[in-house]
């Protein structure tokens, strides 16, 4: 069965979507309510008289109508009946525009004029390096990647400085070169640090795939270098291969049981987010004692579980003992994440295994609401240990 979903409906509802971020109302019905009764009222008045869609909330104008396309600012004038964003370049802040419309599967045309930073060759190796291990990036080919590459520009930043702040149109996706960053969410008029980023990994990039306000607010706290890249490139490529990326693995992630607890969209996030990475017989895919960097979830294959448990005699203290297997739907490295320690074990490709992979940056913000599943499955691996073992310390205290 084939559904087609009507003009108009995703740009209408990204419009109410956004509203509701800025406005963060606690009647979502009343305020749903009150916005589309706006909105036909605007509709009306445009029929009868012409002229633009605005919708007002407390007294600030909110521009309806999107085709993707921005005007100059008119100043005051007209201020009661009309709004027009600023025209916005690349390297400053967006002020405002709702709403955006994007479709990555209708736009087939490349009409873009490509963006390219000029770079010496010594700034190219230190971007490539940085990029390395961006996740976004894997499922890019090469001519793609260098697309990205070639449109990224360096950006220093000083302590303190604020790269973006919570609330804000999201203007640039950010590669973190180097240097130490603090993720701040302000919530009930309270701000309080959530994470870090620390000489690596990359931000920016779920309030340009949903044109949604920023989420959190990234300052520096040390002198730093970021690799940015605009928005234009960003939607033009990444989101576009997001889109071929969606309908290979959203089907698979629905059926994770881990993640069925949450909403459609929280695990289309997941979906944008995550990279595939194919591990051969016996290799090696986390090391017990390692400082935990990603979560893994079996997408093909199965994965074996290995300990060296400090509880066994000093002849056996140097063999791994398989305490588990993971196979399709489940998932591993989850433990370390949790409980900001090093990996509690060892995990081995058992013939050849395809993993989706999280980096812990995107495990952080996406995977909150499951948590407390993960939690209870500590209690679980404790229960695991002491019937082997007849101890838990590997958990508690967990390394070579």
Same mark, same amino acid.
């Given at each position: 069965?084939?559904?087609?979903?009507?003009?108009?409906?995703?740009?209408?509802?990204?419009?109410?979507?956004?509203?509701?971020?800025?406005?963060?109302?606690?009647?979502?019905?009343?305020?749903?309510?009150?916005?589309?009764?706006?909105?036909?009222?605007?509709?009306?008045?445009?029929?009868?008289?012409?002229?633009?869609?605005?919708?007002?909330?407390?007294?600030?104008?909110?521009?309806?109508?999107?085709?993707?396309?921005?005007?100059?600012?008119?100043?005051?004038?007209?201020?009661?009946?009309?709004?027009?964003?600023?025209?916005?370049?690349? @390297?400053?802040?967006?002020?405002?525009?709702?709403?955006?419309?994007?479709?990555?599967?209708?736009?087939?045309?490349?009409?873009?004029?490509?963006?390219?930073?000029?770079?010496?060759?010594?700034?190219?190796?230190?971007?490539?390096?940085?990029?390395?291990?961006?996740?976004?990036?894997?499922?890019?080919?090469?001519?793609?990647?260098?697309?990205?590459?070639?449109?990224?520009?360096?950006?220093?930043?000083?302590?303190?400085?604020?790269?973006?702040?919570?609330?804000?149109?999201?203007?640039?996706? @950010?590669?973190?070169?180097?240097?130490?960053?603090?993720?701040?969410?302000?919530?009930?008029?309270?701000?309080?640090?959530?994470?870090?980023?620390?000489?690596?990994?990359?931000?920016?990039?779920?309030?340009?795939?949903?044109?949604?306000?920023?989420?959190?607010?990234?300052?520096?706290?040390?002198?730093?270098?970021?690799?940015?890249?605009?928005?234009?490139?960003?939607?033009?490529?990444?989101?576009?291969?997001?889109?071929?990326?969606?309908?290979?693995?959203?089907?698979?992630?629905?059926?994770?049981?881990?993640?069925?607890?949450?909403?459609?969209?929280?695990?289309?996030?997941?979906?944008?987010?995550?990279?595939?990475? /194919?591990?051969?017989?016996?290799?090696?895919?986390?090391?017990?004692?390692?400082?935990?960097?990603?979560?893994?979830?079996?997408?093909?294959?199965?994965?074996?579980?290995?300990?060296?448990?400090?509880?066994?005699?000093?002849?056996?203290?140097?063999?791994?003992?398989?305490?588990?297997?993971?196979?399709?739907?489940? @998932?591993?490295?989850?433990?370390?994440?949790?409980?900001?320690?090093?990996?509690?074990?060892?995990?081995?490709?058992?013939?050849? /295994?395809?993993?989706?992979?999280?980096?812990?940056?995107?495990?952080?913000?996406?995977?909150?609401?499951?948590?407390?599943?993960?939690?209870?499955?500590?209690?679980?691996?404790?229960?695991?240990?002491?019937?082997?073992?007849?101890?838990?310390?590997?958990?508690?205290?967990?390394?070579?």
């Amino acid at each position: 069965m084939s559904i087609e979903i009507p003009p108009g409906l995703t740009e209408l509802l990204q419009g109410y979507t956004v509203e509701v971020l800025r406005h963060r109302p606690s009647d979502l019905l009343g305020f749903a309510a009150e916005y589309f009764a706006r909105l036909r009222d605007a509709r009306d008045q445009e029929a009868a008289g012409g002229g633009r869609r605005v919708v007002s909330f407390d007294g600030e104008p909110m521009q309806t109508e999107s085709n993707g396309e921005e005007e100059p600012d008119r100043g005051d004038e007209d201020s009661d009946s009309d709004f027009e964003p600023p025209v916005v370049n690349r @390297y400053n802040r967006r002020v405002s525009v709702c709403a955006e419309a994007f479709n990555p599967d209708e736009e087939e045309e490349d009409t873009e004029q490509r963006v390219v930073h000029p770079k010496t060759d010594e700034q190219r190796c230190r971007l490539q390096e940085a990029c390395k291990d961006i996740l976004l990036f894997k499922n890019l080919d090469q001519e793609q990647l260098s697309q990205v590459l070639d449109a990224m520009f360096e950006r220093k930043v000083k302590p303190q400085e604020h790269v973006i702040d919570q609330g804000d149109d999201g203007d640039n996706f @950010y590669v973190v070169e180097r240097g130490l960053y603090d993720i701040v969410v302000a919530k009930d008029n309270q701000s309080r640090c959530v994470g870090r980023y620390d000489n690596h990994g990359s931000f920016g990039e779920l309030a340009l795939m949903y044109n949604t306000p920023r989420a959190a607010t990234i300052v520096a706290t040390t002198e730093g270098a970021l690799w940015g890249l605009d928005r234009v490139t960003f939607r033009r490529i990444i989101l576009k291969n997001n889109a071929k990326k969606r309908k290979t693995y959203e089907l698979f992630i629905e059926s994770v049981p881990l993640l069925k607890s949450l909403e459609a969209s929280e695990r289309m996030k997941i979906v944008d987010v995550i990279g595939e990475k /194919v591990y051969q017989d016996g290799e090696r895919i986390i090391s017990q004692g390692d400082k935990a960097d990603c979560f893994y979830i079996v997408e093909s294959g199965e994965v074996k579980i290995l300990i060296k448990s400090k509880t066994m005699t000093s002849k056996e203290a140097n063999q791994e003992v398989e305490i588990a297997r993971c196979h399709r739907g489940q @998932y591993f490295g989850e433990l370390a994440l949790v409980t900001n320690k090093p990996r509690a074990a060892s995990a081995y490709a058992v013939g050849e /295994v395809k993993c989706l992979v999280m980096d812990v940056q995107a495990f952080e913000r996406l995977l909150g609401p499951c948590m407390d599943i993960m939690k209870r499955n500590i209690t679980h691996y404790e229960e695991q240990l002491v019937a082997m073992f007849g101890s838990s310390m590997d958990l508690l205290d967990p390394g070579n």
